[in-house]
């Protein structure tokens, strides 16, 4: 089956000429800005906008968008939109632990009606700042595993219901900024499994990245556990969501997860038969965005080992563009 659209993502201080060069060259699409997840990112997030308001750094963007590449922006943004410094006026805007404690940490109580209106309007802010994006915006809850709210109302909503009320209240206040705007609903973690009680509103779509599978073994091979478990929080997703602009995030260039997310980076190998194996598994699936991380792969990467080769993930998208 064909797909429509492809991107590759990788942090903001490795975008160059280079790269810009390298995704004209390979024709893929859209190349987008992700700033370095976990507890870190407010502060990854806040030095990628103040990058976007200086020339030097509109002035790549500009050429990017001039060769005829789109670009995004895709973020773990819930702390940088909520942040901590208002624990201590609003401790009831923030999460409840196991223990029953208010915590600052990772994202909010997804009940708290001043929470979801302060964390929107940020959001509809933040839209005006990602210079030359598309209409597809990507601002993701914590990077974190166990993220979900415990207090008594949210108790009653699992992980992707809180979720969702978050981004169906995201995109309510951008879509005032910008009336094309879709939002992503990432399944990472425990959102993998589809929402139960809250619906999506419309504009919002499935974006699916299964951090957790077996990176060196196809998707689509019934006898690897992780795998298995994998498939089955896809079909569910794409039941719940639909395909209508589905998209895979995976991580077969993700050389900072290769790595460990230390640097120096590692040297990096792509296992090209995974990937086509798992490109056919998708479009089959029924997703058209077939995307990746390419993170740790910038100028630090190629001054120790070359050019990094990622001719595989290109061909991939290719082949199946074309059919």
């Known amino acids: 089956m064909k797909i429509n659209t492809s991107s590759l993502l990788i942090h903001p201080e490795e975008l160059s000429r280079k790269w810009i060069e390298r995704c004209v060259a390979l024709k893929i699409p859209t190349l987008?800005?992700?700033p370095v997840g976990g507890f870190r990112s407010p502060l990854t997030m806040k030095a990628m906008l103040d990058c976007l308001e200086t020339p030097e750094y509109r002035a790549l963007i500009d050429e990017a968008v001039e060769k005829g590449l789109q670009i995004e922006y895709e973020m773990h943004a819930a702390r940088y939109f909520l942040p901590a410094s208002e624990f201590e006026k609003h401790p009831e805007w923030f999460r409840m632990d196991k223990e029953g404690n208010r915590t600052p940490k990772i994202n909010c109580c997804?009940?708290?009606?001043?929470?979801?209106?302060f964390i929107a309007k940020r959001a509809a802010e933040t839209v005006k700042k990602l210079y030359r994006s598309s209409h597809r915006y990507f601002f993701w809850l914590d990077d974190a595993p166990d993220a979900a709210c415990r207090c008594p109302k949210c108790a009653e909503l699992s992980a992707a219901d809180q979720q969702l009320i978050i981004m169906n209240?995201?995109?309510?206040e951008i879509k005032k900024v910008d009336p094309e705007a879709e939002l992503a609903y990432l399944a990472y973690y425990s959102t993998l499994t589809p929402p139960e009680k809250i619906r999506p509103a419309e504009?919002?779509?499935?974006e699916y990245a299964p951090i957790d599978r077996d990176h060196h073994t196809p998707l689509s091979c019934v006898d690897n556990e992780k795998n298995n478990s994998q498939n089955q929080h896809i079909k569910e997703l794409l039941q719940f969501f639909g395909s209508v602009n589905a998209k895979v995030l995976d991580y077969w260039l993700d050389n900072s997860l290769f790595s460990d997310w230390k640097k120096p980076p590692k040297v990096f190998l792509p296992d090209s038969r995974v990937i086509h194996a798992d490109f056919d598994y998708y479009a089959d699936l029924g997703?058209?965005?077939?995307?990746?991380?390419a993170c740790y792969l910038g100028e630090d990467y190629e001054a120790l080992y070359g050019e990094p080769d990622i001719s595989s993930f290109a061909e991939a998208y290719h082949r199946l563009n074309k059919l």
């Open 203 to 206: 504009g919002i779509f499935l």
């Open 287 to 293: 997703f058209r965005d077939i995307s990746c991380f």
């Open 32 to 34: 987008a800005l992700h």
């Open 169 to 172: 209240r995201m995109l309510e």
């Open 110 to 117: 997804a009940s708290n009606e001043e929470a979801l209106d």
